[in-house]
Structures are given as structure tokens and as C-alpha cells.
């Protein structure tokens, strides 16, 4: 008997706009400061919205939303604020 296994995918759990507030909101509070898993966070969002739509919005082709938001990717803030209107994610301000 062999087990088949399956790539797991963060995206294919983010069903609902709470779901993707509260993931996005864990990755800003445990980012280690370099921007990865914001960054990595908001691939994942995209991915589960559908890419193709953001593409659209934000005037970023798909390639260069996924190049972005790749684990290699350094996208200006300007992107992310683009990525981030465009999925109506806000970001917060707090005093820790």
C-alpha cells in the first residue's frame, strides 16, 4: 500500500474574509522583522481571492504579483499597499 501525499497549501484554508484577517493580523505579530511572512501572508490571500482578480485590480500583472509575494520576492511598499487595497486588507498601527 502506498500513501499519496498532497503539498499542503495555506490558501486552500482561507475561506472567509475573518479567515484571511486573522491569518494576516498572526503574521503581522509574528513576523521576525524582515517582512517574510507578511509577505508570504498576503501571497496566500491572493492565491485564495484568485490572482487573476487581483491582477486586475491592482494593475500588477499576475507574474509580478507572484514574483512579489514569493518567498525570494522584495516588493516595494507601494506594491503591498496595492496587494492590500485591493484584497480590502487593512493595516494597523498599535503601541506594544
Do not use: W
Not at 15 to 23: F, V
Not at 73 to 92: C, D, Q, S, W, Y
Amino acid at each position: 500500500m502506498t500513501e499519496e501525499f498532497s503539498r499542503y497549501d495555506t490558501s486552500d484554508y482561507l475561506k472567509t474574509d475573518e479567515d484571511m484577517a486573522l491569518y494576516f493580523d498572526a503574521c503581522i505579530e509574528e513576523d521576525p522583522g524582515d517582512g517574510s511572512l507578511i509577505r508570504a501572508a498576503l501571497g496566500d490571500i491572493a492565491r485564495a481571492r484568485g490572482m487573476s482578480q487581483l491582477a486586475k485590480d491592482t494593475g500588477i500583472s499576475r507574474e509580478g504579483l507572484y514574483r512579489a509575494l514569493s518567498a525570494d520576492g522584495n516588493p516595494e511598499f507601494t506594491t503591498i499597499l496595492k496587494v492590500t487595497r485591493a484584497l480590502g486588507i487593512k493595516l494597523h498601527a498599535g503601541i506594544t
